[in-house]
Nanobody, 125 residues
């Protein structure tokens, strides 16, 4: 059974930083790309960042580029999202997601078949 468990969310002031972690079990972690998505109240889920199997390639939504960094540690079966210069509009539930593994977009949520439970990030102004 594949499990993704996020941690690291919380309340932070604008301009602050948070680091999200997602520990994965039940599959060979290094065989699959990973992604982060977020959903704000009343809005559709949106892509935030993705990383390929080895960690050599990363992808970001324009809204977070230059502020967020995705990384992975294949020895620890964990993917991270370092979030700096946080803004109130970053407030959302953040979800870690495991890609299907076949050829396909890393920015489309339909290409991910495993999801964590989500962690709340709240940025106050």
């Amino acid at each position: 059974q594949v499990q993704l468990v996020e941690s690291g969310g919380g309340l932070v002031q604008a301009g602050g930083s948070l680091r999200l972690s997602c520990a994965v079990s039940g599959r060979t972690f290094s065989d699959y790309p990973m992604g982060w998505f977020r959903q704000a109240p009343g809005k559709e889920p949106e892509f935030v960042a993705a990383i390929n199997r080895s960690g050599s390639n990363t992808y970001y939504a324009d809204s977070v580029k230059g502020r967020f960094t995705i990384s992975r540690d294949n020895a620890k079966n964990t993917v991270y999202l370092q979030m700096n210069s946080l803004k109130p509009e970053d407030t959302a539930v953040y979800y870690c997601a495991g890609h299907r593994g076949d050829v396909g977009s890393l920015t489309t949520k339909e290409m991910y078949n495993y999801w964590g439970q989500g962690t709340q990030v709240t940025v106050s102004s």
